[in-house]
């Protein structure tokens, strides 16, 4: 099993428990020990899990934004897949947004100079990714987040208001029981909001590990999005969410 692999599985175990041992780790993922602990504690630098009694404990994370170069690793390939179904919504001559979310960075790989699309972004890593691809775009400015590495506040709100926008794509933080997009920073949000409400159409990325997530700020209700994009087969028995708005890896 791969580390990045073996890290979303030590999360999964502590979304159920509150505490699991690292005996109990390194049986249920057959590795040793000593490579139980040095992910534990690469998992508590990143401020995942705590360390406690000889195992480990979920964080409550609700109120926190977790660093970019964690998010980055955390379901990378499912973030990919879902990227690939993302870009038949990339249009030539078009203009979109991309947020500064660590899937929808991924996107951003799909974006061909040929298609002659522009790019309005709040991601500082995103807007490098297409500048080095050769890619038009123009970045949002703002209050640089310090996790996330994403711009946000009223002056990246109000340039964003400057353009007519085809396609809106975002991710967030998750989707909470009641069907509501939610996230762990206001900034954030309220320039997601503003960036929906500027486009012709919305795509949500989301992989399965953010359903039935809890954060702190309201976006918008799932099923206000024109398009959910998931690698979460069950998506189309979400009682809040029309299944003609679902695509599945």
Partial sequence: MLKDERYDKILEFLETETYVSSLELAKRLFVSMPTIRRDLAYLEKSKRLVRSHG??????????????????????????????????????????????????????????????????????PTSLTLIKNGIKTYSTGGELQKNSLAYAGSFAEEFIRKFNIDVCFFSSHGVNGDGFIVDTSLGETQLRNTAISKSEKSVFLCDKSKFNANAPYNLIPLNDVDWVVTDFTEADKLPYLSPNKIITT
């Fill in 55 to 124: 195992g480990a404990r979920k964080i409550k994370s609700e109120h926190t934004v977790t660093p970019l170069d964690f998010r980055q690793s955390v379901n990378h390939l499912e973030k990919k897949q879902i990227c690939n179904l993302a870009k038949q919504f990339l249009k030539d001559d078009s203009v979109v947004f991309l947020d500064g979310s660590t899937t929808v960075m991924q996107l951003a790989e799909y974006i061909l100079p040929k298609q002659n699309i522009t790019v309005i972004t709040n991601g500082l």
